[in-house]
């Protein structure tokens, strides 16, 4: 997998986690808002031109980290991020 730099912007109403990879200009990117205390998953966006090393996974992945660290729940509206849980049950303590 390429070298992905993952970065969040927003504050705890809505915002984003941004993926930058090492020599590229596109980013990959995960939308959030929260309600009711949970962070709610919206789209994951990854240009077909960055597609196939992991971006999407690594999105997923800093919002797991950051639910853990924060002490929020994810509802996973994305599709992506819905998937991502299925095959990490790891995960559910984590779901809303």
Known sequence: M????????GDGAAGEY??????ESLIG???WITRDGVRIAEHTLVPAAIGGRGVAARLVEAMVEDARREHFHIDPACSYV???FRRHPEWADLLA
Do not use: K, N
Request: glycine share 4%; proline share 0%.
């Open 2 to 9: 390429s070298q992905v730099t993952i970065t969040r912007h």
């Open 82 to 84: 819905d998937a991502a």
């Open 29 to 31: 990117r995960l939308t």
């Open 18 to 23: 941004h993926a930058h990879l090492a020599g």
